[in-house]
């Protein structure tokens, strides 16, 4: 096998991880977790037996799925039985299995406790702490007066699991782009648990084997499920990269090195349930209710919505939000979606966001343009055959009309541009990737900052060159790719005829690309054919996307 067809097989993988959610892709994960635990409990290979396995399942979904479809519709918010599965699929693995009748009865209480939390211990549309490490807490501490209830166990600490774990969590930690985050994480506490360990046998006089103690805290401990599938949970999620760290590397001590707390300590869950306390602080004012003002339209195919803010909201242009659209049967993609925020900070309480309405993929490489271009392949927009069957979330939000409510929970990002205004930027946009560089400049122009900023603007027509006017406004140099030459460019926007955008393009018509931070929005195809121009660069900084 090439490693060209390598690369498109990878690529097609991306693609399809990409068409599930980030819940539908964990809840799938979980499940495979769960056949291989039962399996390996027919072979003895983990503590809970197989029919303890099934009936400690069994009531947890049941439990969190009645909790939840109650809850839901004495709130009348629609059913999301996901995140019902979800919760107790890790719970499974946290919670001690059993077929003892009180132990069930610790179980179902667990679930109905992880439940309840997402409703009662949430602000503005987010979860203050994870449901999961709620509900194993409540058991645990239930567990001091009556026993027979059952605690956490974290059974899922073997050997035997830790490479399904590893593999599962990697793929589920790619989608959701927290790699980073987990891997600080895992670092802090692995190396804390060591230093922990080497003490206590130093200090009891026992031979200290740095190699063994390695892999006791790394792979026969919790920390790689409570990394892949609890940590990262995106509604307990503080909304930049350096906070989330932050954030990792606390709750890696706690994990590490555990606090005594009266009859419990501050380790696994409840170390988790502290980091939520830190990363909720850090994202107080991100989640906010707005009202749709207006639809409008960008281009042909690039819708706008105006939104207003029920109050002020924190972020940062170039940052992107999740929008929640509640409708009946959603699809694998699920009910939330990220849109880049296209207005700036000054003009809240408006927030905007647009989207490509046609079915299409992203736009490709332009090829040279003749004198008089003829379609191209590579230009088109959209595939060459039928238009796939839109999204349930496409089709519910093009069913949102003005006056209307939704919940934005969350802002995150940190497609942010450089804090010193003197650092000269590149910005490569491809088709609908010019949204956040829109929210930049409308920032840059209300704020009046002077930045040296050169868009490389890629469409798959001069009709499809979205938000001219708000670029316009900016005054900065535009080179422009499209199949056909854009109508009354102004002096300091270029059309480059005759130039194809990939590496060598791309360096040829930023001849002092060496000399700025780029960023750049498209197609992770698109970019990772812009790679070597682009790491020329001072630095990059990517927003590759897949559609949604």
């Known amino acids: 096998m090439t490693f060209s067809s390598l690369t498109g097989l990878w690529n097609r993988v991306l693609q399809l991880l990409g068409r599930a959610s980030m819940y539908r892709l964990t809840l799938c994960a ?30 947890l979904m049941a439990a969190g799925v009645a909790v939840d479809s109650v809850a839901q519709r004495a709130l009348r918010l629609p059913h999301r039985y996901e995140s019902s599965l979800i919760t107790g699929g890790i719970l499974l693995f946290v919670l001690r299995p ?41 058991l645990t501490l239930l567990s001091v007066a009556w026993p027979d209830l059952g605690a956490s166990a974290w059974w899922v600490g073997s050997s035997a699991l830790a490479a399904p774990v590893a593999i599962a969590g990697l793929i589920v930690l790619w989608r959701t782009e927290k790699l980073r985050m987990v891997a600080v994480f895992l670092v802090v506490a692995v190396g804390v ?47 930049r990269r350096w906070q989330q760290l932050v954030v990792a590397a606390f709750v890696g001590v706690l994990v590490g090195w555990p606090i005594d707390a009266g009859p419990v300590t501050l380790g696994q869950e409840r170390a988790l349930l502290v980091g939520n306390l830190l990363a909720f ?9 707005v009202t749709l003002e207006k639809r409008s339209d960008a281009t042909a195919t690039v819708r706008r919505l105006t939104f207003r803010a029920s109050r002020p909201v924190r972020f940062v242009a170039g940052q992107y939000l999740e ?3 509640p409708h009946p049967h959603p699809d694998a993609r699920g009910t939330r979606r990220e849109f880049s925020i296209v207005s700036a900070p000054e003009d809240l309480p408006v ?17 040279p343009a003749p004198e008089h271009p003829a379609p191209a392949p590579e230009l088109v927009e959209g595939p060459p055959h039928p238009a796939p069957k839109p999204s349930s979330y496409k089709r519910a939000l093009a069913q949102v009309q003005p006056g209307d409510r939704l919940a934005v929970t969350g802002v995150w990002g940190d497609f942010v541009l450089p804090r010193r205004e003197l650092a000269p930027v590149l910005m490569v946009a491809a088709g609908i990737g010019v949204t ?92 990772a054919d812009l790679a070597p121009a682009l790491a020329k660069a001072r630095s990059v900084t990517t927003d590759a996307f897949s559609g949604y």
């Open 436 to 527: 956040p560089f829109v929210g930049q400049l409308r920032h840059m122009t209300l704020a009046r900052e002077d930045r040296d900023v050169v868009l490389v603007y890629v469409a798959s027509s001069a009709s499809e060159l979205a938000f001219r006017a708000d670029i316009e406004a900016s005054g900065i140099p535009v080179v422009v790719f499209t199949r056909d030459r854009p109508a009354a460019l102004r002096s300091n926007w270029v059309w480059a005829e005759g130039v194809r955008l990939d590496a060598e393009g791309l360096a040829r018509v930023v001849p002092d690309i060496d000399a700025r931070h780029a960023y750049a929005s498209g197609p992770a195809g698109l970019l």
């Open 281 to 289: 602080a850090f994202a107080l004012r991100t989640a906010v209710r």
């Open 323 to 325: 929008l929640d659209v």
């Open 30 to 59: 979980l499940a495979a977790l769960t056949v291989i635990a039962l399996v390996l409990s027919v072979f003895g290979l983990v503590s809970p037996q197989p029919l303890e396995l099934v009936a400690t399942l069994v009531v």
């Open 98 to 138: 059993t077929l003892e009748p009180a132990g069930l009865a610790g179980i179902a209480l667990a679930a109905a406790a992880a439940s309840v939390s997402k409703y009662v211990l949430a602000w503005r549309g987010r979860h203050v702490f994870n449901p999961a490490a709620i509900g194993a807490t409540a």
């Open 193 to 239: 648990a060591v230093f922990r360990l080497a003490a206590q046998l130093q200090a009891a006089g026992a031979v200290v084997d740095s190699g063994q103690l390695l892999s006791l805290a790394l792979w026969s401990s919790p920390v790689l499920f409570l990394g892949a599938f609890m940590l990262p949970e995106p509604l307990t999620q503080p909304p």
């Open 351 to 367: 927030i905007e966001i647009a989207f490509r309405e046609a079915a299409a993929s992203a736009p490709e490489h332009p090829a």
